[in-house]
């Protein structure tokens, strides 16, 4: 989130002022980056959100309430989309750099969740906070184009992230299913735990490979944002598949939280839901291949 969809809008689409400001503690981790999208009743649905940036002194100052955002309340920066047309939709919409002291952005309490647990999540209140013209990064009205763009190379990072976990809970699963022991062999001999493993092993080749070519075509510059879902759609989905298959392996000692093979389960399925839900990547799949 930092790195991605939190810093690289600023690489993209910032003036020399606010990548002088910003990029030399982003890039060293002395600060830290958040990306404010999601909103109550604006997820998938993102081009509608409520949060409105009105003009006021020359600036602007920023309203409405922003959920699930990673980082909160531990972020120096939060990358925040705000109307300024409201009722514009999606041509409405532009992206603020808003310091995490600055008055008026507040933080609510960290949500319990059901895995990764060494990530925060928080609701932003943003109240009456006011930000400079400075602050509003690219033109008025470009923010979701800024958005979807941040999103569209985050999702290949999704995907890595997904292949770590599911390449975590393979070597795992071929490590123990060598060592355990029934009916006198090790359970690796078994071609139901063989049958496991070989597609298991598969799934993550492919998903690796597809994220390669995402990122491959994002440095060269050419269109990526179908790779990119499709890289987040199958990485993930794979993620989930394997995380489960190699806790099967495991057997009994899997479900126990002495093992690591839970908590990865835990871990897989955020990734099948945020930077766009798997079925909102379909959509995006589908809508690159039958646009004219
Ligand atoms: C751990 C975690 C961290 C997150 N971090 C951030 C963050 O840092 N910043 C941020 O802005 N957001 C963040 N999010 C929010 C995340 O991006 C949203 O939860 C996600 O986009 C889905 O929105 P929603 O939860 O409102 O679900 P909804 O949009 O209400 O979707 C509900 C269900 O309907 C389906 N659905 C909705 N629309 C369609 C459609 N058109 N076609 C088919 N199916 C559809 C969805 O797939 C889903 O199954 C995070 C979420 C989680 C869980």
Redesign the pocket.
């Known amino acids: 989130?930092h790195g991605s969809?939190g810093t690289e809008p600023i690489v993209l689409f910032g003036n020399e002022e606010q990548k002088r400001r910003w990029l030399p503690d982003l890039a060293t981790g002395k600060k830290l980056a958040?990306?404010?999208?999601?909103e109550p009743e604006?997820?998938?649905?993102?081009a509608h959100l409520k949060t409105v940036a009105t003009r006021r002194n020359g600036g602007y100052v920023l309203n409405g309430t922003?959920?699930?955002?990673?980082?909160a309340g531990e972020a120096q920066l939060y990358v925040v989309m705000a109307t300024t047309r409201p009722g514009a939709g999606a041509e409405g919409i532009s992206t603020f750099l808003v310091a995490g002291d600055s008055p008026g952005l507040k933080v609510g309490p960290r949500f319990k969740?059901m895995g990764?647990n060494g990530?925060a999540?928080a609701e932003v209140h943003l109240e009456d906070c006011a930000v400079g013209e400075t602050d509003r990064l690219g033109d008025e009205g470009q923010g979701f184009r800024i958005a979807m763009r941040a999103l569209d190379s985050g999702r290949i990072g999704i995907s890595a992230q997904a292949i770590g976990l599911a390449q975590g809970a393979l070597d795992d699963a071929i490590a123990y299913a060598r060592e355990r022991k029934q009916f006198g062999r090790p359970i690796a001999e078994l071609q139901t735990i063989q049958n496991k493993i070989a597609d298991m092993t598969v799934k993550v080749r492919a998903a690796r490979w597809m994220t390669w070519k995402a990122a491959a075509l994002c440095d060269a510059g050419q269109p990526f944002t179908k790779d990119a879902s499709m890289a987040k759609l199958f990485a993930t989905d794979a993620a989930m598949d394997i995380t489960l298959d190699a806790l099967q392996v495991f057997g009994g000692y899997g479900y126990l939280e002495d093992y690591p093979m839970a908590r990865r389960v835990r871990d897989a399925k955020?990734c099948q839901?945020?930077?766009?839900?798997?079925?909102?990547q379909?959509?995006v799949i589908a809508r690159e291949l039958v646009r004219a």
Do not use: H, P, W
Request: aromatic residues 10%; hydrophobic residues 50%.
């Open positions: 989130m969809v958040a990306f404010a999208l999601t604006a997820g998938s649905d993102a922003k959920i699930f955002i990673t980082n969740k990764l990530s999540i955020a839901i945020y930077e766009g839900t798997n079925q909102v379909r959509v």
